[in-house]
């Protein structure tokens, strides 16, 4: 990959920021800001049940946790993930008319919910002003309105010489290379340790696909987020 137009804007100050080991309490507002009404993942073990019983489960949950920011492969257990397909349409006939959700364990939740808020006090440093989308502050309808002003702005000046594409990526998040995703993160700047870290969230998971309400097996993911 052509990196020379990728910039560092991360400071020492920011990467120490994101390895930083956990404290007991970031972790139980982690927990704490999942939704309640989410659905549990293939363990059975649901938001609300960490919710009424964390002062029982804290610190086995925060050492688990730990581990997984000290570098540590998380078991298959903890990134089991069930994935449920919900019609499109009333009566679907094909893959592409049904929507596919994840139901991870909270364990998993937790982890990514912590490495989400600390990547978000950076964010902004890195994503360019042209990007909206998961940066905190920022709005899509910018964009949208931003469209609109540059196709006024064409049709003003030269109506008979210009060209606008639309371009729809489908499923672009889901096609990612792991090692494109990595090689962007080091010219960014990030260091290794939480390029490791994504590494571990996105490369270990194991999916199950319901069907009738059954398990059909466990199978691995090879590449997007």
Not at 152 to 176: G, T
Not at 183 to 211: D, E, M, T
Request: aromatic letters at 10%; a negative charge.
């Amino acid at each position: 990959m052509d990196s020379e137009h990728l910039e560092d804007g991360l400071t020492d100050e920011d990467r120490r920021s994101l390895c930083v080991m956990l404290t007991l309490e970031e972790v139980r507002e982690a927990v704490f800001s999942i939704d309640l009404d989410s659905v549990a993942g293939p363990d059975g073990f649901g938001t609300v049940f960490f919710h009424t019983c964390w002062e029982i489960i804290s610190e086995d949950v925060f050492g688990a946790v730990t581990e997984f920011f000290r570098g540590v492969k998380m078991p298959k257990g903890f990134t089991a993930t069930t994935i449920s397909l919900i019609p499109k349409t009333a009566s679907p006939t094909c893959w592409s008319e049904y929507r596919p959700i994840s139901l991870c364990n909270v364990t998993n939740k937790i982890c990514m919910k912590l490495m989400t808020i600390r990547l978000g006090h950076v964010l902004p440093k890195v994503i360019s002003l042209s990007q909206s989308g998961f940066v905190p502050g920022r709005l899509l309808s910018d964009n949208v309105l931003l469209a609109q002003e540059l196709v006024h702005s064409l049709e003003s000046r030269r109506p008979d010489a210009n060209v606008v594409f639309k371009l729809d990526m489908a499923k672009a998040y889901d096609r990612v290379s792991w090692e494109f995703l990595y090689q962007v993160l080091r010219r960014k700047g990030f260091p290794q340790r939480w390029i490791g870290l994504v590494a571990n969230a996105i490369s270990h998971c194991w999916f199950s696909v319901l069907v009738n309400s059954e398990h059909a097996g466990f199978f691995h993911s090879t590449r997007g987020l």
